[in-house]
T-cell receptor, first 118, second 109 residues
Framework: NAGVMQNPRHLVRRRGQEARLRCSPM?????VYWYRQLPEEGLKFMVY????????ESGMPKERFSAEFPKEGPSILRIQQVVRGDSAAYFC????????????????FGAGSRLTVL | KQEVTQIPAALSVPEGENLVLNCSFT??????LQWFRQDPGKGLTSLLL?????REQTSGRLNASLDKSSGRSTLYIAASQPGDSATYLC????????FGAGTILRVKS
C-alpha cells in the first residue's frame, strides 16, 4: 500500500501561470481532503471531495482555485493565474469513509506539494 | 466555527524530560481528536487518534487525553529524546479536520 501519493513534490511557477497538483488517495479510500500550509502557519482546510462530488469547499478561495476528484484518476487541485501569496505547501489526505457517519476516522496525509511562485 | 489553539507555541527541553503539550478547541461537537507530528519540510505523521467516546490513547512514550466538556486535549511525552524534535499538531474532527497552529518542540541532547 503506497499511501497517499502527491505530485509534484515541488513546483515552481511564475506569476500568472497555472499550477496543477495531483493527489492519489490510498487504495480503497474514496474521500479526499486538501489543506494549505502557509509558511510558519498551521494547516488550513480547503476542500473535501468524494468521487465526482465536492462535499465541502468552504475553505477554497472563491476565485482561481478549483478542485476535482473524477471517477477515475487522482484528485486535482488547480490554481489559475498564480500569485506570490499562493506559495505554500499543499497537503492532501484521504479516508476510507464519511467521517460524519463513522465512529472513527483517521486521515492519512501525503507528503505535500510545495508550490513556489516567483 | 471550530477553532483550535495550541500552547505553548514553542518549547525547548533537555533530553529525558517529561513534557505536556496543550490543545484547546472551541466547539465541543467534535467526533475525534488527532495528534500529528510534522518534521521540517515533511508531511504529517499521525500519532494518536482519540475518538469522542474515549478519554485517552497511549502509544509507547506518548499519551493523549481528551476532555470534551472543557474543550481540552493534552499530549504527554515521557522521557523525551532529541528525535522527538518536531512540530506537533492537534486537530479536531467535526465535519472536517481543523488544525491548531502547532507546538515546535526542540529536545536538546
Amino acid at each position: 500500500n503506497a499511501g497517499v501519493m502527491q505530485n509534484p513534490r515541488h513546483l515552481v511557477r511564475r506569476r500568472g501561470q497555472e499550477a496543477r497538483l495531483r493527489c492519489s488517495p490510498m487504495k480503497g479510500h474514496s474521500h479526499v481532503y486538501w489543506y494549505r500550509q502557509l509558511p510558519e502557519e498551521g494547516l488550513k482546510f480547503m476542500v473535501y471531495l468524494q468521487k465526482e462530488n465536492i462535499i465541502d469547499e468552504s475553505g477554497m478561495p472563491k476565485e482561481r482555485f478549483s478542485a476535482e476528484f473524477p471517477k477515475e484518476g487522482p484528485s486535482i487541485l488547480r490554481i489559475q493565474q498564480v500569485v506570490r501569496g499562493d506559495s505554500a505547501a499543499y497537503f492532501c489526505a484521504s479516508s476510507p469513509r464519511d467521517p460524519l457517519n463513522s465512529g472513527a476516522n483517521v486521515l492519512t496525509f501525503g507528503a505535500g506539494s510545495r508550490l513556489t511562485v516567483l | 466555527k471550530q477553532e483550535v489553539t495550541q500552547i505553548p507555541a514553542a518549547l525547548s527541553v533537555p533530553e529525558g524530560e517529561n513534557l505536556v503539550l496543550n490543545c484547546s478547541f472551541t466547539d465541543s461537537a467534535i467526533y475525534n481528536l488527532q495528534w500529528f507530528r510534522q518534521d521540517p519540510g515533511k508531511g504529517l505523521t499521525s500519532l494518536l487518534l482519540i475518538q469522542s467516546s474515549q478519554r485517552e490513547q497511549t502509544s509507547g512514550r506518548l499519551n493523549a487525553s481528551l476532555d470534551k466538556s472543557s474543550g481540552r486535549s493534552t499530549l504527554y511525552i515521557a522521557a523525551s529524546q532529541p528525535g522527538d524534535s518536531a512540530t506537533y499538531l492537534c486537530a479536531g474532527f467535526g465535519n472536517k479536520l481543523v488544525f491548531g497552529a502547532g507546538t515546535i518542540l526542540r529536545v536538546k541532547s
